[in-house]
């Protein structure tokens, strides 16, 4: 990052990418591409019915057909339901919880390091201090915690993440409103009489937003691998609805027998989460505000 | 995110439990002496030594056995190894243990004669005191077995090898009770640590524990029917299935139950294990909570019965484990006799409902706690689905094993799934216990069958039990206060170098007899 920084002033594109380093960028795009329209239409196409069981239909393998004629393309898992549409519906259900975290908790984040960065002081203090205290406490055991308070269901969910992730965001954005409340335009802005929430969200904000929507897009797949992890233990969503990580914990007792349940939608995770990774960090390299000033 | 990686931790525990297996060897020459010798470290859990390692799946919390756990199955086999009882079941007969024989000259007075050379672990003898203050104990204790003992009116001493029991009622079941009372030596049993490492007077005594992992027994040598033929035991809890039966195949455990269903088949090919299985006293059941709308209404329950398909269920789900329940225990269980089974048939069971006026179907919920018994999720997924058949919504809310109990027994949910295990053998245990409009467990009242169940525990004429009980299941059965889909069989399983193992009906095997081949 250093030698970047360095960089002449007024560089539009960032350095050469390293060799099929686009190659990546792209892959990953498609795939989380793929992933967004599965997660958005999927459960349209292959509805899934978290209820309904077929236990003659238990354990199938995949590419079987099932007592009703159709074809389970993924098997079937220890109730009888298919796990193609298991998967597809937890790629809806993880897709939820993530842009629901980053709307909650980035939201609440965006604003309270905004008020925190813009007026400092005691305000400063008090908001950035108990993110600091949230910091210390490990994370998966403060969601495993609330988790266990609220109970399982998917809005819980999305509330233990987002007081789990608020801070991360509040921290980003409150160094950008630090750099940015000192710069002339704004100055000029206070100076005309402009009043505190219009510099706040006309002065201020463009300048946070960058930063955040890249941190946001590697936040993603790290809520994803959260809500699968809570779901793996129990804490997540209610056990009627799919969640990548309660098939996974569901196929645990069946390694052995029925490999499939636990290795398929745990590779599908991986993937998604290694995709939206690449992604972030490539769009952070691309957009980094650093290398347009 | 995920649990913390297994492999820092299995090393650790492998070489902590090669440790033990080197103090187990230390204690089987050496009563008493500890020593850690490294012995045969290098060779892991296959080594012989003497040391049987048993895995559970429910973890071993707590060492009281007659406190507020004292009814599950791992104090129940805790309690099995390290303390006494006056009497034994053996084989469906009540027989001699600590008491060499009793009396019973009126109906109300129970007269046991004492063995005098029993001693505790820390050397000194067990006298008719020490029973005496273990059935108080017992009967006053906040647990779920001190029900058994509601017609307690005193108990006393006559010499140090004598104890009288007398109780205000005639009380059939004073034998089958005194089989799963444990005895614990008079006044030192009220340490407030003694339950960190209590002292028996069973063939094993406890020599570490560490609560939730794992309890570690050695042999008690100078036990008086024989010194065990294992020099120790490590009774582990592994909740994951597949972990617990992987150590299992590996050696690294020798012996375990339960046994998941769907791997029977796959185990029965491994030469290196030997399978058992048996009748049991488990049962699973769907209790509905019957002081609760809708379920108030009989009419509701049956249909709600109506709406499961058992059979199906036993050969998909349960097909080498279990058969189709006739009765709320199990055919093994004294008492038993056969009902009409509830047909499988949703339009009965939808008109059932429309009956009781609720045609609409209505929405209710359904909790469990996953490690009451392997594929409970299965089961609890199939009802559900099944419910739904017929119109009625059911919320699934799986719970930890401490919150569950916390709610089942403050009656706070509309249906409840779970095994229950009649651990006496006896019907008196899970009629008689769970059933009263006294012990409310499931919020059901019905002054005939308290009448019944009254009776069948203050007869001393067993056939006269008999029939009572046998009209307690009828009209348990026909009152549709739970769902009662199947009973299991116990399958065990042990590595071929594991001998003197024999099966039993519950999940507390005496393992005196067990041992490894050098």
């Known amino acids: ?105 980035g939201g609440a984040g965006l604003l309270l390091g905004m008020v925190a960065g813009y007026f400092g002081g005691a305000v400063d203090s008090v908001i950035m201090r108990l993110g600091d205290i949230q910091l210390a406490f490990p994370g998966i055991l403060l969601a495993i915690l609330l988790a266990a308070v609220l109970g399982p269901s998917l809005l819980n969910v999305i509330i233990v993440l987002a007081v789990l992730r608020w801070v991360i965001f509040a921290r980003l954005v409150r160094g950008s409103t630090l750099a940015t409340r000192g710069r002339e335009f704004v100055d000029s802005a206070r100076v005309l009489g402009v009043g505190t929430p219009r510099i706040l969200r006309r002065y201020i904000l463009p300048a946070v937003l960058t930063p955040f929507v890249v941190t946001a897009t590697v936040q993603v797949g790290l809520m994803i691998v959260a809500e699968a992890s809570l779901s793996f233990l129990g804490l997540g969503v209610p056990p009627d609805t799919a969640s990548w990580g309660t098939t996974i914990a569901n196929g645990r007792e069946y390694l052995t027998t029925a490999w499939w349940i636990a290795t398929l939608p745990g590779a599908v995770l991986a993937l998604v989460v290694l995709a939206l990774g690449i992604l972030g960090d490539q769009m952070r390299d691309r957009l980094d505000p650093k290398l347009r000033s | 995110m995920h649990p913390p990686a297994a492999p820092a931790v299995r090393r650790r525990d492998f ?26 470290s290098a060779s ?21 056995p007659h406190g507020p756990f004292a009814a599950t199955e791992q104090i129940r086999l805790f309690g099995q190894q390290v303390f006494d009882t006056l009497v034994a079941r053996e084989g469906g007969q009540l027989v001699p243990a600590v008491a060499t024989s009793w009396e019973n000259p009126e109906p109300t007075v129970w007269r046991f004669t004492l063995r005098e050379d029993v001693t505790w672990h820390d050397g000194s003898p067990l006298t008719a005191e020490d029973a005496a203050y273990s059935v108080r104990r017992q009967a006053e204790a906040d647990s779920p077995l001190s029900n058994l003992w509601s017609a307690l009116s005193e108990v006393t001493t006559d010499g140090p090898a004598t104890l009288v029991v007398r109780t205000e009622q005639p009380l059939g079941t004073v034998l089958a009770n005194l089989s799963l009372l444990r005895l614990l030596p008079a006044g030192k049993a009220d340490a407030p640590d003694f339950f960190r490492s209590p002292i028996g007077s069973g063939p094993f005594r406890v020599t570490s524990f560490v609560p939730g992992d794992h309890l570690e027994l050695a042999a ?36 375990t139950w339960p046994l998941p269903s769907d791997q029977i088949a796959r185990l029965r090919q491994n030469g290196d294990l030997r399978l058992y299985d048996s009748p049991s006293y488990q049962h699973w059941f769907n209790w509905f909570n019957c002081s609760r709308a809708p379920f108030t209404d009989p009419r509701v329950r049956q249909a709600m019965w109506h709406a499961i398909d058992a059979e199906s269920l036993v050969a998909n789900v349960f097909p080498e484990t279990a058969a189709v329940a006739q009765a709320p225990i199990t055919s093994a269980v004294f008492g038993f006799a056969a009902q009409r089974p509830y047909a499988y048939d949703p339009q009965r069971a939808r008109d059932l409902l429309a009956e009781a006026g609720l045609a609409g179907g209505f929405r209710t919920s359904l909790i469990w706690n996953r490690t009451q018994a392997p594929q409970i999720r299965q089961v609890a997924e199939t009802f559900v689905s099944s419910w739904r058949e017929i119109g009625v919504e059911v919320v699934p809310q799986e719970l930890e094993e401490a919150q569950w109990l ?60 008999e029939r009572l009980y046998g009209r307690a299941c009828q009209i348990l059965w026909e009152d549709a206060v739970g ?36």
């Open chain 2, 483 to 518: 769902i009662w889909p199947i009973e299991m069989r116990m399958n065990f399983a042990t590595t071929t170098d594991v001998t003197g193992f024999e099966p039993t009906p519950h999940e507390a095997p005496e393992l005196r007899t067990v041992n490894r081949a050098v």
């Open chain 2, 406 to 465: 916390e709610r089942l027994l403050a009656l706070d949910w509309d249906m409840d799934l779970q095994t229950n295990v009649t651990a006496t053998g006896d019907a008196d245990y899970t009629l008689g216990r769970l059933y009263t409009s006294a012990a409310n467990r499931l919020g059901y009242a019905n002054p005939e069958l308290d009448t019944v169940l009254a009776g069948a525990r203050s007869s001393v004429d067993q056939a006269e039990r």
């Open chain 1, 1 to 105: 990052m250093a030698d970047l920084q360095a960089a002449p002033a007024g560089v539009a594109r960032p350095r050469p990418r390293r060799p099929g380093g686009g190659v990546t960028f792209w892959v990953a795009a498609g795939f989380t591409a793929l992933y967004l329209l599965v997660a958005l239409f999927g459960p349209l196409v292959v509805p899934y019915d978290g209820i309904a069981t077929s236990i003659p239909d238990r354990l199938l393998p995949p590419l079987s057909t099932t007592s009703t004629g159709t074809t389970a393309w993924l098997g079937t898992d220890q109730v009888g339901r298919d796990l193609f549409a298991q998967v597809v519906q937890g790629a809806r259900v993880s897709l939820l919880v993530a842009a629901g975290t980053i709307l909650v908790g």
């Open chain 2, 15 to 40: 070489l902590r439990w090669t440790g033990i297996t080197a103090v187990g060897l230390g204690a089987l020459g050496l009563p008493g002496c500890s020593v850690l010798s490294g012995g045969d």
């Open chain 2, 220 to 255: 008690h040598t100078t036990y008086w029917n024989g010194a065990p033929a294992a020099g120790g035991l490590l009774l582990r809890s592994i909740p994951e299935v597949t972990t617990r039966i992987t150590a299992l195949e590996s050696g690294e455990v020798q012996l």
């Open chain 2, 44 to 64: 892991g859990g296959r080594g012989g030594s003497g040391v049987l390692t048993v895995a559970t799946q429910r973890s071993l919390d707590n060492l009281d």
